[in-house]
């Protein structure tokens, strides 16, 4: 069993420039995080019975490409979702009204329908429209499919998509080349560990117990001993009595954030054991976190039992020296500060 353990970043984005080729893994072979896919490409069937697969039996060159099979369906073909079977490869930032060419190898067996790629144009998650290449059928050895356009005024980035569209049959993909303006896709490597000799690792809602497991020395109770945290120039944080502030710590949401009193003690006591030392507290204002009674018909009024409660929990996190990092879904703003006081006043601010 093998477990990722580190990914470190080698390529950041940057400056949009003149690329021969910026399509992701453009010949399928690399699968950096043993997730079992192609690096950069995602197959869909959508509703359609089309088969996917990454194949190591048919390529053009390398060990692989990628395969679809069987995308026709019994039902209206007009219904596109219904009878084809895709890989899409990432997005890829481009520069509106620059040209842009795609190029990309495919083998075809009894296919009864359509093979073909396309350019796929977005604005943000927006679909603006497509720009495809020709279309093939029948059985065919490797022939290259391909077009250049313009990208669309609106447009801010790419995704080729690798098509089998009502059709039986298969059609294999291998070698993509997308050239224009844009950046080379994020690189990352992946650090494995070997992890046969693990074991799983349990502990019951309220394992509060520090005889195996004891992390609170790391806290500094209670909170806010050191005065209010602020952000210095140099990007870290700082105690008001001039100390670095360091925190370690994880999220609740909603109803979570007003737990039952009789659960908030044990809450924070295990959190503090394993030396968590920040809590944020997420949509505690939404209509799934009950801070706020939207019986009245406003987001103006605080439901004083939640507020009783989430005040009790507050006060169980600063003795033993947790703070909190609070984000509301109306807030005009978000807030961060410490040190949280024993018996908080909460404000409601609507946008």
């Known amino acids: 069993m093998n477990a990722i353990i580190l990914l470190i970043p080698l390529l950041a984005p940057g400056e949009l420039k003149l690329l021969e080729n910026f399509a992701s893994n453009p010949s399928f072979e690399e699968d950096r995080d043993r997730d079992g896919q192609p690096d950069g490409w995602q197959g869909s069937a959508y509703d359609s019975p089309a088969q996917l697969a990454w194949d190591d039996t048919v390529a053009r060159s390398g060990q692989r490409g990628l395969a679809i099979r069987d995308s026709a369906g019994p039902s209206d073909p007009r219904d596109w979702k219904r009878c084809t079977g895709r890989w899409t490869s990432e997005r890829h930032p481009v520069r509106p009204g620059s040209r842009y060419e795609l190029e990309v190898w495919v083998k075809t067996r009894q296919v009864t329908g359509q093979a073909y790629a396309h ?6 998650s927006k679909w ?4 495809p290449t020709q279309r093939v059928s029948g059985s065919g050895d490797w022939q290259r499919l391909s077009v250049s356009a313009v990208a669309l005024n609106e447009a801010d980035s790419l995704l080729v998509s690798l098509n089998l569209a009502r059709s039986q049959g298969t059609a294999w993909f291998d070698d993509v080349r997308v050239s224009g303006i844009s950046e080379m ?23 509060t117990n520090l005889d195996s497991i004891d992390l609170t020395g790391l ?14 120039p140099d990007g870290h944080f700082y105690f008001a009595d001039g100390r670095r502030a360091r925190f370690f710590g994880t999220n609740v949401g909603g109803a979570a954030c007003a737990p039952p009193k009789d659960q908030a003690p044990w809450i924070a006591a295990r959190l503090a054991k394993y030396g968590a030392n920040i809590l944020r507290l997420h949509s505690m204002d939404g209509r799934w976190g009950r801070l706020i009674d939207y019986r009245r018909g406003t987001s103006q009024d605080l439901d004083p039992e939640a507020l009783d409660r989430m005040d009790l929990f507050v006060a169980e996190l600063k003795q033993r020296g947790s703070y909190i990092s609070t984000w509301s879904t109306r807030a005009t703003a978000c807030s961060y500060r410490s040190p949280i006081p024993a018996r908080p006043s909460i404000r409601s601010t609507t946008s």
């Open 219 to 232: 806290l500094d109770a209670p909170a806010g001993k050191h005065g209010f945290v602020e952000a210095r």
């Open 119 to 124: 350019l796929a144009w977005q604005r943000g």
């Open 185 to 207: 896709p994020l690189r990352a490597e992946y650090v494995f560990n070997d992890t046969a000799d693990w074991f799983p690792f349990t502990f019951a809602p309220d394992d």
């Open 128 to 131: 603006l429209g497509e720009t």
